[in-house]
């Protein structure tokens, strides 16, 4: 069974990049079956989906965050990761990993981290 | 962002009968469906019910999908103190070619 977990610092400064890494387990990322993906959750809020990544490396976005997001993959280490720049406090958040699924749904998810922007 | 439309809040008897609704265009429920996610306060998102209405390995027959034009709905029956959760649809939007989520509805179980 696929797990994946999520792992980067839990307070980072306004202007400053947001690194997140999602480390995968119970599957390969190199297998190209799924895509995988970042998704946020404001406090009380409902979930924002941020971007996925294909194991070749090509990448989507939210067109409403593009500018600022890099969602990047390692094969080797069986991770992807999301930089996110520029951070105000609206980007405070919990971060998840997920798995997409061929029929193109969440159907693994993280636990989420919590991620705070403040000085 | 467009995103798509569901009620806040939903209430209902203990073993009585819920029904949640998902509204959103025919660039994205109204063309791929829609699929369900359940959120128990403290914990990641579950899976309830794929975009083509189908139920993940483990998932009740209580929770039961479908699809009406460009609203997508979730039936739960028998309802049980533990269905109590934050229920959310997803979609992905043809238009933006990007996946969107719903507000989501907080299910009491009274």
């Known amino acids: 069974q696929v797990q994946l977990q999520e792992s980067g610092p839990g307070l980072v400064k306004p202007s400053q990049t947001l690194s997140l890494t999602c480390t995968v387990s119970?599957?390969?990322?190199?297998?190209?079956?799924?895509?995988w993906s970042w998704i946020r959750q404001p406090a009380g809020k409902g979930l924002e989906w941020i971007g996925r990544?294909?194991?070749?490396?090509?990448?989507n976005y939210n067109p409403s965050l593009k500018s600022r997001v890099t969602i990047s993959v390692d094969t080797s280490k069986n991770q992807f990761s999301l930089k996110l720049t520029s951070v105000t406090a609206a980007d405070t958040a919990v971060y998840y990993c997920a798995r997409v699924s061929r029929t193109w749904d969440f159907d693994s998810w993280g636990r989420g981290t919590l991620v705070t922007v403040s000085s | 962002q467009a995103g798509l439309t569901q009620p806040p809040s939903v209430s209902e008897d203990l073993r009585q009968t819920a029904t949640l609704t998902c509204t959103g265009n025919s660039d994205n429920v109204g063309n791929q469906g829609a699929a369900w996610l359940q959120q128990h306060q403290g914990h990641p998102p579950k899976l309830l019910s794929y975009r083509n209405n189908n139920r993940p390995s483990g998932i009740s027959e209580r929770f039961s999908a479908s699809r009406s034009g460009n609203t997508a709905s979730l039936t739960i029956t028998e309802l049980q103190p533990e269905d109590e959760a934050d229920f959310y649809c997803?979609?992905?939007?043809?238009?933006?070619?990007?996946?969107?989520f719903g507000g989501g509805t907080k299910l009491t179980v009274l």
């Open positions: 990544i294909y194991s070749s490396g090509s990448a």
């Open positions: 997803s979609a992905w939007d043809n238009s933006l070619s990007a996946w969107v």
């Open positions: 119970g599957d390969s990322i190199d297998s190209g079956t799924y895509y």
